[in-house]
Antibody, heavy 123, light 107 residues
């Protein structure tokens, strides 16, 4: 059974940093693209970033470019999101989501999601 | 960026009703579209990909159609567990984008 477990969320002041982690279980981690998707409480979904199965390609939504960095450690079966220069509008539940793409040059849709970790940016 | 627009934003229906939700893309995405269901307080769940392919384990009352810029999610006979918010998502281009969601509520 695929399982994704996020951690690292919390309360941070504007301008601060947080590092989210997602531990993966139940599948061959280094075969899949991985994504971060966020959701404002009571709001819609926004894709944030993804990373290719071998870490060689990374993509971001414009609003986080230059502030967030996605990374993965295939020896630890984990994906990370380093978030710097946080703003109030980054407040959201952050989900780790496995991409359906298996050893593909392109990423697709999200077939498994973690439970999410809440990030609150406030003074 | 490709903008995804869903209609309606809210839909009131009863158990047994046939429900349709529309998703329009601001440019063609061929059939690179997925649908998700999010029950209150729960994580999004993949229902359909490739515009019309049902994910394994998803009941056959769910179906998807469309190509290009216009897509439809149909629930043939609404069940109690189907009251939820539904999102479409395109994966033709970066950034990946979602529709704003359609909430299916009890009439």
């Amino acid at each position: 059974e695929v399982q994704l477990v996020e951690s690292g969320g919390g309360l941070v002041q504007p301008g601060g940093s947080l590092r989210l982690s997602c531990a993966a279980f139940g599948f061959t981690f280094n075969d899949y693209w991985m994504n971060w998707v966020r959701q404002i409480p009571g709001g819609g979904l926004e894709w944030v970033a993804n990373i290719k199965y071998d870490g060689s390609e990374k993509y971001y939504v414009d609003s986080v470019k230059g502030r967030f960095t996605i990374a993965r450690d295939n020896t630890e079966n984990s994906v990370y999101l380093q978030m710097n220069s946080l703003r109030a509008d980054d407040t959201a539940v952050y989900y780790c989501a496995r991409d359906s793409a298996w050893r593909s040059g392109w990423s697709y849709y999200f077939d498994n999601w973690g439970q999410g970790t809440l990030v609150t940016v406030s003074s | 960026d490709i903008q995804m627009t869903q209609s309606p934003s809210t839909l009131s229906a009863s158990v047994g009703d046939r429900v349709t939700i529309t998703c329009r893309a601001s440019q063609t995405i061929n059939n690179w579209l997925a649908w998700y269901q999010q029950r209150p307080g729960k994580v999004p769940k993949l229902l359909i990909y490739g515009a019309s392919t049902l994910e394994s384990g998803v009941p056959s009352r769910f179906s998807g159609s469309g190509s290009g810029t216009e897509f439809i999610l149909t629930i043939s006979s609404l069940q109690p567990g189907d009251f939820a918010t539904y999102y479409c998502q395109q994966y033709a281009n970066y950034p990946r984008t979602f529709g704003q969601g359609t909430k299916v509520e009890t009439k």
